[in-house]
Protein backbone atom coordinates (compact mmCIF):
# COMPACT_ATOMS: atom_id res chain seq x y z
CA UNK A 1 0.00 0.00 0.00
CA UNK A 2 1.05 3.27 -1.16
CA UNK A 3 1.61 6.13 1.76
CA UNK A 4 0.47 9.30 1.14
CA UNK A 5 3.49 12.12 2.28
CA UNK A 6 2.23 15.10 4.01
CA UNK A 7 3.93 18.72 3.32
CA UNK A 8 7.11 19.38 4.47
CA UNK A 9 7.33 22.95 6.46
CA UNK A 10 9.41 24.45 3.90
CA UNK A 11 6.55 23.47 1.10
CA UNK A 12 3.79 25.29 3.52
CA UNK A 13 6.51 28.45 3.97
CA UNK A 14 6.32 28.71 0.06
CA UNK A 15 2.65 28.87 -0.30
CA UNK A 16 2.13 31.30 2.60
CA UNK A 17 4.36 33.59 0.93
CA UNK A 18 3.21 33.19 -2.33
CA UNK A 19 -0.91 33.73 -0.98
CA UNK A 20 0.37 36.76 1.20
CA UNK A 21 1.92 38.35 -2.54
CA UNK A 22 -1.62 37.10 -4.07
CA UNK A 23 -3.44 38.79 -0.90
CA UNK A 24 -0.96 42.48 -1.02
CA UNK A 25 -1.60 42.70 -5.01
CA UNK A 26 -5.38 42.56 -4.78
CA UNK A 27 -5.28 44.78 -1.52
CA UNK A 28 -4.32 47.76 -3.69
CA UNK A 29 -6.87 47.15 -6.40
CA UNK A 30 -9.48 47.16 -3.68
CA UNK A 31 -8.87 50.87 -2.14
CA UNK A 32 -8.47 52.20 -5.78
CA UNK A 33 -11.76 51.24 -6.60
CA UNK A 34 -13.06 52.26 -3.44
CA UNK A 35 -11.74 55.57 -4.35
CA UNK A 36 -13.35 55.04 -7.86
CA UNK A 37 -16.76 54.44 -6.56
CA UNK A 38 -16.60 57.46 -4.33
CA UNK A 39 -15.39 59.65 -7.50
CA UNK A 40 -18.56 58.30 -9.42
CA UNK A 41 -20.80 58.48 -6.33
CA UNK A 42 -19.52 62.40 -6.09
CA UNK A 43 -19.77 63.32 -9.58
CA UNK A 44 -23.10 61.98 -9.71
CA UNK A 45 -23.90 64.14 -6.72
CA UNK A 46 -22.30 66.91 -8.26
CA UNK A 47 -24.80 66.96 -11.56
CA UNK A 48 -27.69 66.38 -9.57
CA UNK A 49 -26.96 70.04 -7.98
CA UNK A 50 -26.34 71.35 -11.35
CA UNK A 51 -29.60 69.71 -12.67
CA UNK A 52 -31.51 70.99 -8.97
CA UNK A 53 -29.55 74.92 -10.58
CA UNK A 54 -31.34 74.19 -13.55
CA UNK A 55 -34.80 73.35 -12.00
CA UNK A 56 -35.09 76.05 -8.99
CA UNK A 57 -34.73 78.84 -11.40
CA UNK A 58 -37.80 77.61 -13.65
CA UNK A 59 -39.61 77.95 -10.45
CA UNK A 60 -38.19 81.01 -9.35
CA UNK A 61 -39.71 84.35 -11.45
CA UNK A 62 -37.65 87.66 -10.00
CA UNK A 63 -39.99 89.67 -8.58
CA UNK A 64 -38.72 93.17 -10.98
CA UNK A 65 -39.50 91.03 -13.79
CA UNK A 66 -41.48 87.17 -13.68
CA UNK A 67 -40.16 86.25 -17.31
CA UNK A 68 -36.80 86.52 -15.85
CA UNK A 69 -35.64 83.98 -13.31
CA UNK A 70 -33.00 84.08 -10.73
CA UNK A 71 -30.74 80.86 -9.24
CA UNK A 72 -30.31 80.68 -5.50
CA UNK A 73 -27.75 82.23 -3.14
CA UNK A 74 -24.58 80.44 -1.53
CA UNK A 75 -25.43 78.87 2.02
CA UNK A 76 -22.85 80.75 3.91
CA UNK A 77 -23.29 79.69 7.57
CA UNK A 78 -23.52 75.84 6.99
CA UNK A 79 -27.06 75.02 7.38
CA UNK A 80 -27.82 73.96 3.65
CA UNK A 81 -30.21 77.09 3.32
CA UNK A 82 -29.44 79.90 1.82
CA UNK A 83 -28.41 83.42 2.70
CA UNK A 84 -30.20 86.26 1.30
CA UNK A 85 -30.26 89.88 2.32
CA UNK A 86 -33.43 90.97 1.60
CA UNK A 87 -33.19 90.39 -2.34
CA UNK A 88 -29.74 90.02 -2.66
CA UNK A 89 -27.03 88.13 -1.99
CA UNK A 90 -24.15 89.92 0.01
CA UNK A 91 -21.80 87.02 -0.56
CA UNK A 92 -21.31 84.84 -3.71
CA UNK A 93 -19.36 82.53 -2.35
CA UNK A 94 -20.35 80.00 0.15
CA UNK A 95 -21.50 76.06 0.21
CA UNK A 96 -24.44 74.62 -1.85
CA UNK A 97 -27.46 75.18 -0.35
CA UNK A 98 -28.63 71.74 -0.75
CA UNK A 99 -31.59 72.12 1.93
CA UNK A 100 -32.96 74.15 0.07
CA UNK A 101 -32.42 72.23 -3.35
CA UNK A 102 -33.41 69.07 -2.17
CA UNK A 103 -29.91 67.69 -3.42
CA UNK A 104 -27.17 65.38 -1.33
CA UNK A 105 -26.54 67.32 1.58
CA UNK A 106 -21.97 66.14 1.15
CA UNK A 107 -19.88 64.52 -1.11
CA UNK A 108 -18.31 60.34 -0.40
CA UNK A 109 -15.35 62.13 1.40
CA UNK A 110 -18.70 63.07 4.36
CA UNK A 111 -17.84 67.29 2.82
CA UNK A 112 -20.07 70.47 1.89
CA UNK A 113 -20.18 70.94 -1.95
CA UNK A 114 -18.93 74.79 -2.72
CA UNK A 115 -20.79 77.07 -4.40
CA UNK A 116 -20.33 80.53 -5.95
CA UNK A 117 -22.95 82.23 -8.02
CA UNK A 118 -22.94 85.69 -9.90
CA UNK A 119 -24.91 87.44 -7.61
CA UNK A 120 -25.31 91.02 -9.29
CA UNK A 121 -27.80 90.20 -11.00
CA UNK A 122 -28.44 86.08 -11.78
CA UNK A 123 -29.03 85.50 -8.12
CA UNK A 124 -31.03 88.53 -7.07
CA UNK A 125 -34.69 88.21 -6.68
CA UNK A 126 -35.31 91.50 -7.60
CA UNK A 127 -33.60 90.89 -10.83
CA UNK A 128 -32.86 87.99 -12.60
CA UNK A 129 -30.75 86.74 -15.48
CA UNK A 130 -29.52 89.47 -17.08
CA UNK A 131 -29.69 89.57 -21.39
CA UNK A 132 -25.86 89.22 -22.13
CA UNK A 133 -26.89 90.15 -25.44
CA UNK A 134 -27.57 93.16 -24.64
CA UNK A 135 -23.85 93.74 -22.52
CA UNK A 136 -20.59 93.61 -23.92
CA UNK A 137 -17.95 90.94 -22.97
CA UNK A 138 -16.02 91.03 -20.40
CA UNK A 139 -19.63 91.89 -18.87
CA UNK A 140 -17.58 93.29 -16.05
CA UNK A 141 -20.91 94.93 -14.30
CA UNK A 142 -21.51 91.24 -13.66
CA UNK A 143 -19.97 88.43 -10.94
CA UNK A 144 -18.97 85.92 -13.57
CA UNK A 145 -16.99 82.76 -13.15
CA UNK A 146 -14.27 81.02 -15.50
CA UNK A 147 -12.83 77.26 -15.69
CA UNK A 148 -9.40 77.35 -16.22
CA UNK A 149 -6.71 74.75 -16.19
CA UNK A 150 -4.45 76.09 -13.73
CA UNK A 151 -4.26 79.02 -11.37
CA UNK A 152 -2.01 80.72 -14.38
CA UNK A 153 -5.33 81.22 -16.07
CA UNK A 154 -4.33 81.01 -19.39
CA UNK A 155 -6.54 79.17 -20.70
CA UNK A 156 -10.22 78.30 -20.10
CA UNK A 157 -12.64 75.43 -20.46
CA UNK A 158 -15.66 77.63 -20.52
CA UNK A 159 -15.79 81.50 -19.13
CA UNK A 160 -18.61 83.93 -18.40
CA UNK A 161 -20.29 81.33 -15.77
CA UNK A 162 -23.30 81.88 -13.61
CA UNK A 163 -22.53 79.56 -11.18
CA UNK A 164 -19.78 76.94 -9.92
CA UNK A 165 -20.80 73.77 -7.96
CA UNK A 166 -17.52 71.91 -6.80
CA UNK A 167 -16.39 69.09 -4.58
CA UNK A 168 -12.96 68.82 -2.50
CA UNK A 169 -12.59 66.09 -3.59
CA UNK A 170 -10.94 62.76 -2.10
CA UNK A 171 -7.93 64.96 0.27
CA UNK A 172 -10.85 67.32 1.35
CA UNK A 173 -8.17 70.51 1.77
CA UNK A 174 -10.31 73.38 2.66
CA UNK A 175 -13.44 71.59 2.67
CA UNK A 176 -16.24 72.34 5.09
CA UNK A 177 -17.05 69.22 7.03
CA UNK A 178 -20.84 67.68 7.72
CA UNK A 179 -19.66 68.25 11.28
CA UNK A 180 -19.11 71.88 10.92
CA UNK A 181 -14.96 71.38 10.80
CA UNK A 182 -13.04 73.32 8.55
CA UNK A 183 -10.17 70.85 7.01
CA UNK A 184 -6.53 71.98 6.28
CA UNK A 185 -5.89 74.56 3.60
CA UNK A 186 -4.91 72.80 0.50
CA UNK A 187 -1.16 72.94 -0.62
CA UNK A 188 -1.40 73.14 -4.34
CA UNK A 189 -1.73 76.64 -6.00
CA UNK A 190 -4.63 75.29 -8.22
CA UNK A 191 -6.56 73.64 -5.63
CA UNK A 192 -6.20 77.33 -3.64
CA UNK A 193 -7.60 78.98 -6.57
CA UNK A 194 -10.86 77.36 -5.81
CA UNK A 195 -10.96 78.17 -1.89
CA UNK A 196 -10.28 81.63 -2.43
CA UNK A 197 -12.63 84.35 -3.22
CA UNK A 198 -12.74 85.18 -6.98
CA UNK A 199 -14.24 84.67 -10.93
CA UNK A 200 -11.39 82.02 -11.53
CA UNK A 201 -11.86 77.80 -10.62
CA UNK A 202 -9.27 75.37 -11.88
CA UNK A 203 -10.73 72.13 -13.24
CA UNK A 204 -8.15 69.47 -14.25
CA UNK A 205 -6.79 66.22 -14.57
CA UNK A 206 -6.04 64.69 -11.10
CA UNK A 207 -2.02 65.04 -9.86
CA UNK A 208 -0.46 63.51 -6.70
CA UNK A 209 1.79 65.77 -4.25
CA UNK A 210 4.79 64.56 -5.88
CA UNK A 211 3.69 65.98 -9.11
CA UNK A 212 5.16 69.37 -10.22
CA UNK A 213 1.96 70.79 -10.69
CA UNK A 214 1.21 70.08 -7.18
CA UNK A 215 -1.82 67.75 -5.84
CA UNK A 216 -5.18 68.25 -7.13
CA UNK A 217 -8.38 66.10 -6.71
CA UNK A 218 -11.04 68.62 -6.86
CA UNK A 219 -14.32 67.78 -9.26
CA UNK A 220 -15.71 70.85 -10.67
CA UNK A 221 -19.29 71.31 -12.33
CA UNK A 222 -20.76 74.19 -13.78
CA UNK A 223 -23.49 76.25 -15.60
CA UNK A 224 -23.31 78.19 -18.25
CA UNK A 225 -25.88 81.30 -19.37
CA UNK A 226 -26.63 79.63 -22.25
CA UNK A 227 -27.88 76.50 -20.84
CA UNK A 228 -30.03 78.20 -18.41
CA UNK A 229 -31.42 80.13 -21.44
CA UNK A 230 -32.17 77.05 -23.14
CA UNK A 231 -34.50 75.50 -20.44
CA UNK A 232 -35.94 78.41 -18.69
CA UNK A 233 -36.61 81.42 -21.36
CA UNK A 234 -39.59 81.01 -23.55
CA UNK A 235 -39.09 80.62 -27.32
CA UNK A 236 -37.66 84.35 -28.27
CA UNK A 237 -35.43 84.03 -25.54
CA UNK A 238 -35.99 86.17 -21.80
CA UNK A 239 -36.81 89.71 -22.39
CA1 LIG B 1 -27.52 79.19 5.45
CA1 LIG C 1 -8.95 68.56 -3.29
Known sequence: MKRTRGFTLIELAIVLVIVTILIGGLAMP????????????TNK?????RHALVGYVMSHPSSGNPDKPYLPCPDTNGDGLENRTGDICTNPDGWFPWADLGTGAQDAWGNRLRYSVENREYADRSKGLPNLALLTPPYAT????????SSACTSFDAVYLPAVVFSHGPNGWGALNINGNTLAAPTSADELENTNAGPSFVSRTPSKAGDASGEFDDLVVWVSDGVLRSRVCPAGGCP
Do not use: G
Request: aromatic share 0%; charged share 30%.
Open 30 to 41: LSAQIQARRIAE
Open 45 to 49: TLEEA
Open 142 to 149: LNLKRICR
